[in-house]
């Protein structure tokens, strides 16, 4: 009985679901003419609608009232927004107040709720569609709270006080709507994550076109238009959101603008042109990533970030025709990554770096710009690597390439700097810099500047050429380093200048055919000038103008216009092992006194070639060397109070071979070429064994060489075609290890030494000799006592042939013990490799006996730690773990005997 009633109740509620289904989506007409099934308000219509999905069609008309929507309807006007018309009754209340879900408001005009903050629509439930509305005289045109997953497409909202917001709400989506002419924001998130918005245009709005603000995260903003705002895009404490290929123009403000903790937003591709900012980081934003934008016509810098942003990466970004900077980082702006961005035709700087550090800077181009092309200032440990800076200071105050002023600790390298209006590179008050391979040219002044007090920095391997100035200038500058410029062609000023700057230090530079001096220095004290070469200056080579204490050694001073040397009103100087080769070596004006121009006659090769070091070479001493020491026999006066006592006279042949070394023999087949002189040579050439001249550029490593004897001769041109010739240089190549040593014995034995001997090994020059793993000498002979031994100890040796090239043989091992003490026993011990060199390759190490009792000879690698302890044990197989299996698994089968034994006992009295 039970089981039927419940039957009959289940079969009577699934008709009552089939009937309501088949009674659900009517239609309701709402027209401002009563009639049959018409209805005159919308709320009429809303609250006839008993079942969800309803339709109200709203026909052309004015409906004043506010509208309460509580059930899943779709609303739609007939005739579109321009011809219905939906006016608030209560001006403090929404127009459409929506709390179900799944509702379609699509095609009116909704004006009226201008007060207490009612909006136009508000949407308090989520899967709600708005779509072609315009929402006009409100205070807010749509008002989205808590409310999710909606859709709004084609709506315009103007003249409100807020466009479109969303306060707590996600996951909704903005398509295609107009926001324009709003007192506030045109589209407002707060507290809102994860909304896609896209197509949407914003127009003059008093406030941000779009602003997310308040933890709105994970949004994504795509192809939107904004302009004629007071700011485009606003971001406030908001992170990881999305802005790719919007547009924003002619906003008073930023273009897009993050502030407060804004972190890890991506800015992609987005156009942004005539904006106060174009993209404007401030107080702690971090970690954003800016790339492929453009920010352009600004009226301050075109990417700007300020207050503590750290972290950030700006790649690919053009920045260009901005009223101040391209980009800046101010105020701590820190660990920054600049990649791959141009900045170009800004009135100010292209990049500027102040009060900001641990910045990367690398392969940008930076050009054109008024001011300066990359600008530091009190900014330090920053790293700028191949940047590209020209044609930069047109018109600015400052007008370098780069400039530095207070800013230490930086490193500039592989930078191209050309053609800027002032100098190169500016370095004011900053110290401790590197500049490192960079290329300076063209510029309109120096190419390198370093003023007031920059001190400690390091330039090394530059290339300083065509600056219509000079090259490297230092002035109040000290302790600089100087090494392996090239400075050249300078057009109006000396290649390397000093002025009252000390304790400088000029190495290995090479300056020549610059318009005034090869290196000047004036009012300059205790620098060294050691290696440069300064030739074909139309000055002098040095010059040296009230600057005393100074050391000028191993410098060739060749081919200059005036004078090799000049020395005016300077003292205390020590110069000495330098070649003057100029028509004109020496001048003295003014009161010189105390320059000491040699020193004490010293072994050792001299700037000419000699064997000796001492003064300086003069081309133009006629002194003589009869006993051919390279040092004249007479001293050469320069003036009545300055005089080289050991002027050298130097060798014919100003050609050295360094490498390969007379009568040297080489353990490979590839051998170095290297060369030098003390003229400048315009070419060089080479022949092996007889064979034709090859010509190369120093220095270079020599085509294989088999195993034997060789000759090479070295040719060279100076700059006036006279042609050098060097020694035959006789070499061996000899790859080929010895053979190895046989019959290694232990030829005696006590208590504390262990005598070893061998026949010796053909085309062997020494044997190496190990114990225990570790080096004790070379053996020159055929024996060798080891003394100092423990008693009643065993050692392991290892000898091995060395030849005269280096190669090595294998190894041979012998074991040997010494004495007790008082018995006189010994004994030999188990077998310890010696140690293996990753030259000797495998298939040559052998392994032989000699039949001596405790005295087995074995190689290195025949016998290993872990064989040794196998050896030691062979004999028994360890077989305590298949032991330890067979119990186990007899004690499981006792175990399951004892069960089945007390669980028979059981069922039997139980069946009792």
Known sequence: MRLNQTILICFGIALVLMNAGTAAAATFNVTSIPGPQNYTTIQDAVSAAAFTGDT??????????????????????????????????????????????????????????????????????????????????NWDGIYLSYSYYNNLTNNTASNNHYGIVLWYSSNNTLTSNMASNNTQYGIDLDYSSYNTLTDNTVLNTSFSGINLGWDSNHNTLTNNTLSNNLAGFSL??????????????????????????????????????????????????????LSNNTASNSANAGIQLTDSSDYNTLSNNTASNNAEDGIGLTSSSNNNTLTSNTVSNNTDRGIWLSSSNNNTLTNNTASNNNDTGIFLWSSSNN??????????????????????????????????????????????????????????SYSSSDGIDMEDSSNNNILINNTVEYNSNGGIALTDSDSNTLTNNTVSNNLGDDGIHLDYSDHNTLTSNTV??????????????????????????????????????NTLTSNIVLSNANFGIEVGDSSNNLIYNNNFNNTN?????????????????????????????????????????????????????????????????????????????????????????????????????????????????????????????????????????????????NFRVDTIPPANITNLTIAGTTSSSITLSWDASPDTDHAELWRDNVYITDVFGVSHEDTGLASATSYDYSLRPVDAAGNMGNWSNITASTKERSTGGGGGGGYIPMPEEPE?????????????????????????????????????????????????????????????????????KEEE
Not at 103 to 129: C, W
Not at 414 to 422: A, E, K, Q, R, Y
Not at 427 to 433: A, E, G, H, I, K
Not at 698 to 711: E, V
């Open 56 to 137: 109200i069609l709203v026909y052309p008309g004015t409906y004043n009232e506010n509208v309460d929507v509580n059930r899943q309807l779709n609303i739609t006007s007939t005739g579109g927004a321009a011809v219905t018309n939906v006016i608030a009754d209560d001006s403090y209340n929404a127009v459409f107040y929506v709390t179900a879900n799944q509702v379609t408001i699509s095609g009116f005009t909704v004006s009226g709720a201008t007060d207490g903050g009612a909006p136009g629509i508000e949407l308090r439930s989520s899967s709600n569609t708005l779509v072609n509305n315009t929402l006009s005289g």
């Open 236 to 289: 406030y404490q908001s992170s990881n959101n999305t802005l790719t290929n919007n547009t924003a123009l002619n906003n008073r403000g930023s273009a897009i603008s993050l502030w407060i903790s804004c972190n890890n937003n991506t800015l992609t591709s987005n156009m942004l042109s005539n904006n106060s900012f174009g993209i404007h980081l401030s107080d702690s934003c971090n970690y954003n990533t």
């Open 383 to 440: 790293t700028l690597t191949s940047n590209t800076v020209e044609y930069n200071g047109n018109v600015g105050f400052y007008l370098d390439g780069i400039y530095l002023r207070n800013s230490d600790n930086n490193t500039l390298t592989g930078n191209t700097v050309s053609n800027n209006g002032d100098e190169g590179i500016e370095m004011d008050y900053s110290s401790y810099n590197t500049l490192a391979n960079n290329t300076f």
């Open 512 to 549: 020549s055919n610059n318009v005034e001096d090869g290196i000047d220095l004036e009012y300059s004290i205790n620098n060294s000038v050691v290696g440069n070469i300064m030739s074909d200056n139309a000055g002098s080579g040095i010059d040296l103008d009230d600057s005393d204490d």
């Open 585 to 729: 070596n020496a001048l003295f004006t003014g009161i010189n006194s105390g320059n000491i121009w040699n020193i004490a006659k010293t072994a050792g090769t001299n700037i000419a070639g000699g064997y000796y070091l001492g003064g300086n070479y003069w081309s133009d001493y006629g002194g003589v060397d009869n006993d051919g020491d390279g040092i004249g026999d007479s001293q050469f006066d320069l003036d009545g109070v300055n005089i080289d006592y050991l002027p050298l006279t130097g060798v014919t042949n100003p050609i050295v071979v360094e490498t390969p070394q007379n009568n040297s023999i080489y353990a490979t087949s590839t051998i170095p070429l290297n060369v030098s002189s003390f003229e400048v040579m315009d070419a060089w050439w080479y022949s092996i064994n007889g064979t034709a001249n090859v010509t190369f550029i120093p220095n270079l490593i020599l085509p294989a060489l088999p195993d034997g004897d060789h000759t090479i001769i070295v040719y060279a041109n100076d700059t006036i075609g006279d042609e050098y010739v060097s020694p035959l240089i």
């Open 840 to 908: 000797v390759p495998e298939e040559n190490v052998t392994s032989s006996s000699d039949g001596i009792s405790n005295a087995t000879i074995v190689s290195p690698e025949e016998i290993t730690p872990e064989e040794e302890a196998v050896e030691e044990t062979d004999g028994g197989e360890d077989d305590s773990g298949a032991t330890s299996v067979i119990g186990v698994v007899l004690l499981f089968f006792a175990l399951m005997i004892v069960f089945f034994i007390l669980w028979k006992r059981r069922k039997d």
